[in-house]
């Protein structure tokens, strides 16, 4: 009997991958495509604070050129959203999907108090609660819940190599995180030759980690799962053309379940970077290209497909920048910001006045839209669920999906 966890995941695969061998029998999916499929909910977290001033830009602010002369951007290179604003040059993909209608940007988002600290400000996002009265899951982990799902099916599924987001976390119904489809692939001839090697696994393992620990709760959904993600390379590929980047990798894998009919309602992602305090411009700018580009191609690969009206995008970051530049050429840590809103279910456009430059708070925006309020668009709106159990309190929805 191994007498550690790697000494486990090495006899049954490898330490990076957990392999099939193929030998389970292949669901019957005409089966599964004759029932309706949920809504998919794909959440983009932009990690480190992303700059709001400089990604939807107030052109016609006078305050902003004075206060940002060497990061800010010039009003005749920005992408026009309206007489007052207009996009970074970088984030064409969103310009194209704004003028397709599938694009929705949420002016102000914060909450009161703001918390400047990345983890904080990140966990209240996550949990809709402050430190002294937090909740041991996530406002998504209690949507989870609240679902009742059937068992046999993966409700969420986080893809990327940092631990579960405290947003999924549950106390019923564990997420599998994982880095890649290739780390999702079971080995065993049926399911009960993989409880018996998970028990071992149970009672070696020391490690919380989150796709062991899923497939230890659940295995007929994991072995279910598992025969999904393989599908992915049967099915014919599309035409799109996908950018570079990680983030693109991981919506291509995204786009690749949600055609194999993976019944997922929530994949959860993350881009990182945007903690932007020095050389500001460059950086910013690349970051924006592959989120723009990313999301694009994520929404052109599936236009062509049954799923287009179903799927949903949401980018959010834990707190904007500072207005004014700081001497490093780049910004601070700031309060509010905007929330993105992708797809063809989304009312496209503004919502929400944009920042005001002339009416500040300690040198920052005041917030006008709280996080919650987009929270409850997407529950109310998006997943037909009742919000105010989920959100701790009753918040009216942002308005820029369609009810």
């Given at each position: 009997?191994?007498?550690?966890?790697?000494?486990?995941?090495?006899?049954?695969?490898?330490?990076?991958?957990?392999?099939?061998?193929?030998?389970?029998?292949?669901?019957?999916?005409?089966?599964?495509e004759k029932k309706k499929a949920p809504v998919v909910l794909v959440v983009i977290e932009l990690q480190g604070g992303n700059d709001g001033?400089?990604?939807?830009?107030?052109?016609?602010?006078?305050?902003?050129?004075?206060?940002?002369?060497?990061?800010?951007?010039?009003?005749?290179?920005?992408?026009?959203?309206?007489?007052?604003?207009?996009?970074?040059?970088?984030?064409?993909?969103?310009?194209?999907?704004?003028?397709?209608?599938?694009?929705?940007?949420?002016?102000?988002?914060?909450?009161?108090?703001?918390?400047?600290?990345?983890?904080?400000?990140?966990?209240?996002?996550?949990?809709?609660?402050?430190?002294?009265?937090?909740?041991?899951?996530?406002?998504?982990?209690?949507?989870?819940?609240?679902?009742?799902?059937?068992?046999?099916?993966?409700?969420?599924?986080?893809?990327?190599?940092?631990?579960?987001?405290?947003?999924?976390?549950?106390?019923?119904?564990?997420?599998?995180?994982?880095?890649?489809?290739?780390?999702?692939?079971?080995?065993?001839?049926?399911?009960?030759?993989?409880?018996?090697?998970?028990?071992?696994?149970?009672?070696?393992?020391?490690?919380?980690?989150?796709?062991?620990?899923?497939?230890?709760?659940?295995?007929?959904?994991?072995?279910?799962?598992?025969?999904?993600?393989?599908?992915?390379?049967?099915?014919?590929?599309?035409?799109?053309?996908?950018?570079?980047?990680?983030?693109?990798?991981?919506?291509?894998?995204?786009?690749?379940?949600?055609?194999?009919?993976?019944?997922?309602?929530?994949?959860?992602?993350?881009?990182?970077?945007?903690?932007?305090?020095?050389?500001?411009?460059?950086?910013?700018?690349?970051?924006?290209?592959?989120?723009?580009?990313?999301?694009?191609?994520?929404?052109?690969?599936?236009?062509?497909?049954?799923?287009?009206?179903?799927?949903?995008?949401?980018?959010?970051?834990?707190?904007?920048?500072?207005?004014?530049?700081?001497?490093?050429?780049?910004?601070?840590?700031?309060?509010?910001?905007?929330?993105?809103?992708?797809?063809?279910?989304?009312?496209?456009?503004?919502?929400?006045?944009?920042?005001?430059?002339?009416?500040?708070?300690?040198?920052?925006?005041?917030?006008?839209?709280?996080?919650?309020?987009?929270?409850?668009?997407?529950?109310?709106?998006?997943?037909?669920?009742?919000?105010?159990?989920?959100?701790?309190?009753?918040?009216?929805?942002?308005?820029?999906?369609?009810?």
């Amino acid at each position: 009997m191994p007498n550690s966890r790697r000494q486990f995941l090495s006899r049954s695969a490898s330490a990076a991958a957990i392999t099939f061998s193929g030998r389970l029998p292949v669901p019957l999916l005409a089966a599964v495509e004759k029932k309706k499929a949920p809504v998919v909910l794909v959440v983009i977290e932009l990690q480190g604070g992303n700059d709001g001033l400089n990604t939807v830009v107030p052109t016609s602010s006078e305050t902003y050129r004075r206060l940002r002369p060497n990061t800010g951007i010039a009003a005749g290179n920005t992408l026009s959203i309206s007489s007052d604003c207009g996009f970074h040059p970088q984030l064409q993909g969103f310009a194209e999907l704004l003028e397709q209608g599938k694009l929705g940007i949420v002016n102000g988002v914060g909450y009161d108090n703001p918390n400047r600290s990345h983890f904080e400000s990140m966990d209240i996002w996550h949990t809709c609660q402050r430190s002294g009265d937090r909740r041991p899951e996530g406002w998504l982990g209690r949507w989870i819940e609240s679902a009742q799902r059937p068992a046999g099916d993966l409700t969420a599924l986080h893809l990327g190599d940092q631990q579960l987001p405290l947003a999924l976390k549950s106390q019923q119904r564990p997420v599998p995180s994982i880095r890649s489809k290739e780390q999702f692939r079971l080995r065993a001839a049926n399911a009960d030759q993989l409880q018996q090697q998970l028990l071992i696994a149970s009672e070696t393992a020391e490690s919380t980690d989150d796709l062991l620990g899923f497939i230890r709760s659940s295995t007929s959904t994991a072995l279910q799962t598992s025969q999904r993600i393989q599908a992915i390379g049967r099915r014919s590929t599309t035409a799109t053309v996908w950018p570079d980047g990680n983030l693109s990798r991981k919506l291509q894998t995204v786009s690749g379940l949600i055609r194999a009919g993976l019944e997922t309602s929530v994949y959860y992602l993350s881009l990182g970077g945007f903690d932007t305090h020095a050389q500001q411009p460059d950086v910013h700018g690349r970051l924006l290209r592959q989120l723009g580009d990313a999301t694009a191609a994520f929404m052109r690969d599936l236009a062509e497909t049954e799923h287009a009206d179903r799927v949903m995008l949401m980018c959010f970051s834990e707190f904007g920048r500072r207005v004014a530049e700081n001497a490093s050429a780049g910004t601070d840590h700031g309060t509010a910001g905007p929330v993105f809103l992708i797809g063809n279910q989304v009312l496209a456009g503004l919502h929400g006045d944009l920042p005001d430059l002339n009416q500040l708070e300690n040198d920052d925006l005041k917030y006008h839209t709280d996080f919650r309020q987009v929270y409850a668009d997407v529950l109310e709106n998006w997943f037909q669920t009742d919000s105010r159990e989920i959100l701790s309190g009753s918040w009216l929805p942002s308005g820029a999906i369609r009810s």
